[in-house]
C-alpha cells in the first residue's frame, strides 16, 4: 500500500482548532514518552537537524524531522523545513508522511487557546496578538475559536504586514484592527498572545492591567525574549512543560539566571493544569502567564488526528 502523504491544505482542513484543543487536552491527561528535542550541528554554516521524537507505548510513534539553513535566503528558499513522520506503535511500521510546518502551526495556537481555558479570565473579550509571520493568523484564530473575542488588536514591526493581515482576519468574520501603538495594546488587552522572533523583550510587564493573560510563543532559544523582567516579576507562570521551557527559553532562563525568577514561581505545567493538579488562575486580578516551546506530544496528538479523520 502506497504511503499516504498529508499536504499542508489537508493539514489545516483537518485540524479544527476547536477539535485540536480537545484533542490535545485529552492527549496531557493520558501522557506520552516525549525526549526533548535532538539538535545536530549538519555543517559548519549553521545548518542544523532537529528531531522530534514522540510515543505511546503500543500505540503509535512519530518524529517531526525539522532542518533550520539560513543561507537559504540567498538562494531564494524557506530556512526552515519540516515533515512529520508518524508510525504504528504495534509495529513500528510507517503510517503516514504529514507536512510538517502546517501541523507545528496548528498544534502551537491550539495548545495556547487550550492553555488560556484554564489561566485566561472567562470574561476575557480583547485580545492583542503580537507579531506578523506565519504563526500570528493562527493564534488569532485559535483564542478566537474558543471564546468569544470581540475585539482583535494585531500589532507587528512592520505596520503593512499587520495592517494585510488585519485585513485577512476581517475577511474571515473576525473582529481585527491594526493597531500603530504597542503601548495602548498592551494596556486594553485581556489576553496578550505573542509569536516573534524577538532577542529584546516586546511585552512591558508594567503596562499590563491586573487580570491580563500573556501568551508567549515565539522564543524557543535560551537567546530569544520577548517579555520583560516586569512581567516575569508580576506574573504567575505557567509553562507547556517543564523540561522544555525550563531548558530552552529565554523568558524563563534569562531571569532564572539573573535571580529576578526563583524556580518555585513556575507554578505548573500544561498537563498539571488538564488534571486539575493546579486550579490555574485563582484570582481575578492577577496576571498569568504561559510560556511555550512546543513538545512533540503536540505534534503526535495533531498527526494522529490528522490520520484518523482521513480515514473517517
Not at 499542508?8 to 485529552?26: C, I
Not at 491550539?110 to 492553555?115: N, R, V
Request: with cysteine.
Amino acid at each position: 500500500m502506497q504511503l499516504p502523504f498529508f499536504s499542508a491544505a489537508q493539514v489545516h482542513a483537518a485540524l479544527d482548532y476547536k477539535l485540536l484543543a480537545e484533542s490535545l487536552r485529552e492527549a496531557f491527561r493520558e501522557g506520552c514518552v516525549a525526549p526533548l528535542r535532538h539538535v545536530h550541528d549538519v555543517t559548519g554554516a549553521g545548518d542544523r537537524l532537529l528531531l522530534m521524537p514522540a510515543w505511546r507505548p503500543g500505540k503509535d510513534l512519530g518524529v517531526k524531522l525539522v532542518t533550520v539553513f539560513p543561507h537559504n535566503r540567498e538562494r531564494g528558499a524557506a530556512t526552515v523545513s519540516a515533515l512529520y513522520v508518524l508510525l504504528d506503535g504495534a509495529s513500528g511500521h510507517p503510517r503516514a508522511l504529514i507536512d510538517g510546518e502546517a501541523l507545528t502551526l496548528r498544534r502551537t495556537a491550539a495548545a495556547s487557546a487550550l492553555a488560556a481555558t484554564y489561566l485566561a479570565r472567562e470574561d476575557s473579550a480583547t485580545l492583542l496578538v503580537i507579531g506578523s509571520g506565519a504563526l500570528a493568523p493562527h493564534m488569532a484564530r485559535a483564542h478566537c475559536a474558543l471564546r468569544p473575542i470581540a475585539k482583535l488588536m494585531l500589532w507587528g514591526r512592520s505596520a503593512a504586514r499587520a495592517q494585510a493581515l488585519a485585513a485577512l482576519l476581517r475577511e474571515e468574520g473576525l473582529p481585527a484592527e491594526a493597531l500603530a501603538d504597542l503601548a495602548q495594546g498592551l494596556a486594553q488587552a485581556d489576553i496578550v498572545s505573542c509569536a516573534t522572533t524577538a532577542t529584546e523583550p516586546v511585552v512591558r510587564g508594567s503596562l499590563l492591567r491586573p487580570g491580563t493573560h500573556v501568551d508567549l510563543v515565539g522564543g524557543f532559544t535560551p537567546q530569544m525574549r520577548e517579555g520583560d523582567d516586569d512581567l516575569i516579576a508580576r506574573a504567575e507562570i505557567f509553562v507547556d512543560t517543564y523540561a522544555g521551557a525550563l531548558a530552552e527559553a529565554g523568558d524563563l532562563v534569562q531571569p532564572l539566571a539573573s535571580g529576578v525568577l526563583a524556580r518555585e514561581r513556575v507554578r505548573a505545567e500544561l498537563a498539571e493544569l488538564v488534571a486539575r493538579a493546579h486550579p490555574g488562575r485563582r484570582r481575578a486580578d492577577e496576571i498569568t502567564l504561559f510560556k511555550s516551546v512546543g513538545t512533540a506530544l503536540e505534534d503526535l496528538c495533531a498527526a494522529r488526528l490528522v490520520l484518523e479523520r482521513s480515514l473517517s
